[in-house]
């Protein structure tokens, strides 16, 4: 990668994608860190769009090891959705 981050929580990436299930359509959301590479809680959805409760609870799995002491004060969310 060529602009790598150089801290943890400095660049979180967040990916969406439409899958079917025996139940019907399904939308899982994955975010991870560009740094670590560790992947965070995902959160999938029933609904086949993103919605302020899903995006909540994501940001919330995401940023629970979040110390402001510690890690970057900004951090850039990169998504594969508008």
Request: aromatic share 16%; no cysteine; proline share 7%.
């Amino acid at each position: 990668m060529k602009n790598k981050p150089r801290k943890v929580f400095e660049r979180v990436y967040i990916f969406a994608g439409k899958t079917t299930t025996k139940q019907g359509w399904v939308l899982p959301f994955y975010s991870m860190d560009g740094f670590s590479e560790f992947a965070f809680e995902p959160v999938l959805s029933t609904k086949t769009e993103a919605t302020v409760e899903v995006l909540d609870e994501l940001l919330d799995n995401a940023l629970k090891d979040y110390k402001p002491m510690f890690h970057p004060k900004q951090i850039v969310f990169v998504t594969n959705f508008p």
